[in-house]
């Protein structure tokens, strides 16, 4: 176990300094000359026909540069939004076209029907009040078990019931054969709620376009800019080295800006077709309509087990929302990532899955924080409680029974994991969460008239490798140290922890390394980060560039000392010999051509590897009110070797936040009859404040992988794959059932009390 704050290796952010003095740089920040400003026109309805946009009174307003429909994208070749997510062709993934503009029909409330630009913000909104749309208003289904009922409104012809896919995975006549043998078997049906991204910087973006080149530059408030180069170069028709993809400092991503959203195209388009860079700021409200949602699912999930609580089998049953379109990540998050940890840390023989991807009328659903690896730890977590209350049984021996202790281990659905201490971290929750005092501070709050519950929950996490990753160290003459990287900060510290790794490597200080990154024109590629993946599959790439820089520096250090090389040593950050001659690393640089040392490598490793933890959440309900008080949080997690506990305990916290939200106060609401977003803006959508948080204790078992030379694991969405079944399992104990879904807000506690207080 190690601290955080007092750990030599917890350094502090050296990114700080300049967001807390003002001097970040968002889009937002960044200048153009002569730029216009864009404006989008959405659709009011969930779904209805467009008959006709009538756009020449805008046009003709004072300081409009343009008024544009689909039909002048569709002119000039535009092509629809690709999904970057294959299935099993058994699975039959249908992906409608998504079109920048509205094209024929619009299918959820919020759909971009026209772009104004103009010279001013102002002149933008006058003209769009001006836009006139005749619709032609069609039923609608926003619930995705009313969208694949019999009878339900169409959203697209080539998805009859609307029917996205079927994905099945996982040996079904085991599982049938297993659950007919069991001594037992526990049943739930679960709502794993849709909730928003909501990051603190809404998407944003400045398109420009050089005519003479013909490139195209997009500088946007995004997280994977060579897959969102790659997607909008298929819009385009172009070479994906025709346009040029920038991040500068991002506020907040959780995945919604991994991808590729209508705007970013029509934007270029704008530009390129104007002549003149184009600028557009969502507004809150737009971000609610058409930024990505996350999670979204139903689940009827079941467990078999012996006699003596050993787990036998799990069968999962899920209908997945994926919105009106496919959005470039959505089908995995219900179907190949939740398979990737399905099951959790427990050894489950035989595992199941059988899901259905439904359109909607509603926003697409992509990849958010963990991307199906909550979900599927949610399922098994649940169930690990529901089994404990029918079978008689403790929760934690149940646990703790059927947790994989003989590594490597690879799953019923193939997934080997090759390392894992999980009885270590469930041991050293309970204690560190006082689990031994529980039923005297259970007894406390019963004499004050409140139900005390405790949440025991494990959680496993997938960090993923595919695609491979790039790293690059280049050497300035005036001692810096530039390290290029193809993954992306969004405020999880990058600028600190990839500058630690390269300054213990180098042995130069940590100030003299300076992380460029978010840019598609200083590193030819990269797989931007998400899925955890940064700092095991960066982090190697810009181990590997750095070895290699200093397996040059070394050949050029022996000829300078003139020395064999065989007895030139580096240590320190300086080359030396025996006889006591040396030079430094940076002075060595300075004596040798600009770029002699400079080395780029690609990391094809693309193996998973495992974070993995155990909570303990501490809650206290009002009955009267159904009020949910988190009085106690209690992380204990592995993410292997860590660079900077402080740097990982802070990520974690953020995590954790996300997931407690999810759980107790976060959900996205659609009127099921109109479509409306019912939860478009702060005012009705709740997230968690620090008053509804306590201390969230994040302690560390660090338990390295071989699986790359650094022993990380990843750490960027543990917190959010951990808490919302720790929490949940928290509330249902206070209350003394067996299962309650998310979110749970008073309203819904306070019922569940009621029928609690009925017998």
């Known amino acids: 176990m190690h601290g955080t704050a007092a750990d030599p290796r917890s350094v502090r952010r050296v990114e700080d300094g300049r967001f807390l003095q003002g001097g970040g740089r968002y889009v937002d920040d960044v200048p153009a000359a002569g730029h216009l400003h864009a404006l989008v026109l959405r659709s009011p309805h969930a779904h209805a026909a467009l008959l006709r946009i009538r756009t020449v009174e805008a046009a003709a307003m004072p300081g409009v540069r343009g008024v544009f429909t689909a039909a002048d994208l569709l002119a000039d070749g535009i092509r629809p939004i690709p999904c970057a997510m294959a299935l099993p062709p058994e699975a039959g993934l249908v992906v409608p076209p998504r079109h920048a503009l509205a094209f024929g029909r619009v299918r959820h409330v919020g759909e971009p029907v026209a772009l104004v630009v103009a010279d001013t913000a102002a002149a933008a909104r006058d003209a769009l009040e001006q836009v006139a749309v005749d619709y032609d208003d069609l039923p609608a289904v926003t619930a995705p078990g009313d ?33 007919a043998a069991a001594a037992h078997a526990v049943s739930l049906d679960l709502v794993n709620n849709r909730v928003v991204a909501a990051s603190l910087e809404t998407r944003t973006a400045l398109a420009e376009h050089d005519p003479e080149t013909g490139r195209m530059r997009l500088l946007l408030s995004g997280q994977d800019v060579h897959g969102l180069r790659r997607d909008l170069a298929h819009c385009f028709g172009v070479a994906p080295d025709a346009i040029h993809v920038v991040c500068p400092d991002v506020g907040g991503g959780f995945g919604m800006k991994n991808v590729v959203h209508p705007e970013h195209v029509a934007l270029l388009w704008a530009a390129r077709r104007l002549g003149r860079p184009v600028r557009w700021i969502a507004d809150r409200t737009e971000d609610f309509l058409s930024g990505v949602h996350g999670r979204g699912n139903l689940t009827r999930a079941r467990l078999a087990l012996d006699a003596e609580g050993r787990f036998l089998a799990l069968h999962v049953e899920t209908t997945g929302e994926l919105g009106a379109y496919v959005s470039a990540l959505g089908p995995g998050a219900h179907t190949v990532a939740p398979a990737t940890a399905m099951g959790g840390v427990y050894a489950i023989p035989a595992v199941f899955m059988d899901v259905r991807g439904a359109f909607t009328n509603t926003v697409p659903v992509d990849a958010y924080r963990g991307a199906g690896k909550p979900e599927a730890n949610y399922v098994i977590e649940r169930l690990a409680d529901a089994a404990a209350l029918r079978l008689g049984r403790d929760r934690v021996a149940l646990r703790r029974a059927n947790l994989v202790r003989d590594f490597p281990y690879t799953s019923a659905l193939g997934t080997t994991m090759d390392t894992g201490r999980f009885g270590d971290n469930l041991d050293t929750a309970l204690r560190a969460a006082d689990q031994a005092g529980f039923a005297a501070r259970r007894a406390e709050a019963a004499r004050r008239g409140r139900w005390l519950g405790q949440g025991i929950a494990c959680f496993l996490e997938t960090s993923r490798g595919k695609p491979g990753e790039d790293g690059a160290v280049r050497f300035g003459r005036d001692g810096t140290v530039e390290l290029l990287s193809g993954t992306q900060s969004n405020g999880q510290g990058h600028e600190t922890s990839f500058a630690q790794l390269a300054a213990a490597r180098l042995g130069v200080p940590v100030t003299a390394c300076r992380l460029a990154q978010a840019d598609s024109g200083r590193i030819a590629s990269g797989g931007g980060h998400g899925g955890a993946r940064s700092l095991p599959m960066a982090g190697t790439a810009l181990v590997m560039a750095l070895d290699a820089a200093l397996a040059k520096a070394h050949a050029e250090a022996a000829r300078l000392l003139q020395s064999d090389p065989a007895a030139v040593r580096f240590a320190d950050g300086a080359f030396g010999t025996a006889e006591g001659a040396s030079i430094g690393l940076l002075e060595l640089v300075r004596t040798l051509p ?32 159904g009020t949910v008080a988190l009085l106690r949080y209690v992380a204990v997690d592995d993410y292997g070797t860590l660079v900077n506990p402080l740097l990982t305990e802070g990520q974690v916290q953020g995590g954790l936040a996300q997931g407690i939200g999810q759980a107790l106060m976060e959900g996205v609401h659609y009127d099921p009859g109109g479509g409306q977003l019912l939860t478009a803006s702060f005012q009705d959508y709740a997230l968690p404040r620090a008053a509804d948080l306590p201390p969230l204790e994040v302690r560390f078992n660090e338990h390295p992988t071989a699986r790359n030379p650094l022993g990380a694991k990843g750490s960027g969405q543990a917190g959010a794959i951990g808490a919302p079944q720790t929490v949940m399992a928290a509330v249902a104990d206070a209350l003394g059932i067996a299962h309650l879904d998310m979110p749970a807000t008073p309203e819904r506690v306070w019922r569940a009390c009621w029928r609690a207080a009925q017998g």
Request: net charge negative; charged share 20%.
């Open 594 to 625: 600009p770029g002699a040392l400079d080395a780029d490598a690609h990391n094809p490793n693309g193996e998973f590897v495992f974070p993995n933890g155990a909570h303990v959440a501490e809650v206290e309900v009002d009955p009267d009110t």
């Open 147 to 179: 969208a694949l009922a019999e009878g339900a409104p169409q959203l697209w012809p080539d998805a009859p019931g609307n029917l996205a896919f079927h994905y099945q995975r996982g040996d079904r006549a085991a599982v049938q054969a297993a659950f």
